[in-house]
């Protein structure tokens, strides 16, 4: 991994690319929101709204994409008319709610029935723990247990282990990360089928995605050779080339971000400009369609 502040290829990429053809795919907690003992808690980091604020101005398109409900995100970061992924993309806002390639409304209401199901069963058997948060999101549920007090790990593992063994919860996906477990539906759809829809709608020169966590592993994976990924703190078992050491680094990547995308894109020595007849050099960027 390269340290993301000072990789003179990620500044290449965003100056060749076009204005208004890039995309900042960004996770929230943890990546743009300091993580904090208490998930109900969290809120944009200090500078973050500004940093996304010059990233638009530079021609960038910001795209949030999170574990959290809609509702739950916009209520803890203060910019509007983002295009935002709920739900790790199983709701969206911003012209991407009807985006072909999602799951059907029908599919949509069953996860809902199951994960409601689930929470319940959940509660029951791990909810009593002190410390320990019973999620429950329209499309997975979720055990937060970063309150619990160390000397109750034990009792909380052989919980967990009666929850995941029983009938109620057979078929349903499990998957840890920090100080939580998902527990998700058999239908596949997560951040990396989100980004993988996102780039088909917006059809973006440069995908810079940015997460600190598991799931954003495949975001990672799916923006693949069209971007860039970059971690929050270093890790050998990623799949995003690039890093910044700490949360609060991210708004300097994204005045970094902007600052090059302000530049104008490299041309090569040998292409000239194209004039229209009136002499005048045609606009940039693909006619509207
Ligand atoms: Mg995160």
Redesign the pocket.
């Known amino acids: 991994m390269k340290p993301a502040l000072s990789d003179p290829a990620l500044r290449r990429r965003i100056e060749a690319s076009r204005p208004g053809r890039r995309i900042f795919l960004s996770?929230?907690?943890?990546?743009l929101a300091p993580?904090v003992p208490d998930f109900l808690k969290a809120r944009s980091g200090r500078g973050v709204e500004a940093g996304i604020a010059e990233l638009e101005k530079a021609g960038w398109r910001v795209v949030l994409l999170?574990?959290r409900g809609l509702k739950d995100l916009r209520s803890r970061i203060r910019t509007k008319g983002l295009v935002c992924g709920g739900n790790h993309g199983w709701e969206w806002t911003g012209g991407m709610a009807f985006a072909p390639g999602q799951p059907s409304a029908q599919v949509k209401r069953s996860v809902r029935r199951s994960v409601r199901n689930a929470a319940r069963l959940l509660r029951a058997k791990v909810g009593h723990i002190p410390g320990v948060q019973v999620e429950e999101k329209l499309y997975f549920a979720a055990v937060h247990y970063r309150l619990m007090p160390a000397f109750r790990s034990a009792e909380f593992e052989r919980a967990l282990l009666s929850a995941r063994r029983d009938p109620g919860l057979a078929g349903l996906r499990w998957r840890a990360?920090?100080k939580i477990w998902e527990l998700l539906s058999p239908v596949r759809w997560g951040k990396g089928e989100a980004a993988r829809l996102l780039i088909r709608r917006f059809r973006p020169d440069l995908v810079v995605a940015a997460?600190?966590?598991t799931?954003?592993e495949e975001m990672f994976a799916a923006v693949g050779k069209k971007g860039v990924s970059v971690r929050?703190g270093r890790s050998e078992r990623t799949r995003a080339g690039l890093y910044v050491e700490r949360q609060t680094d991210m708004v300097r990547l994204m005045r970094l971000m902007a600052s090059c995308g302000r530049l104008r894109p490299v041309r090569s020595r040998t292409s000239r400009p194209r004039t229209t007849r009136s002499g005048r050099r045609p606009s940039r960027g693909r006619s509207s369609r």
């Not at 996770?27 to 990546?31: E, I, L, Y």
Request: aromatic share 6%; no cysteine.
């Open positions: 996770d929230f907690d943890g990546t993580i999170t574990g990360g920090k997460g600190d966590d799931t954003d929050v």
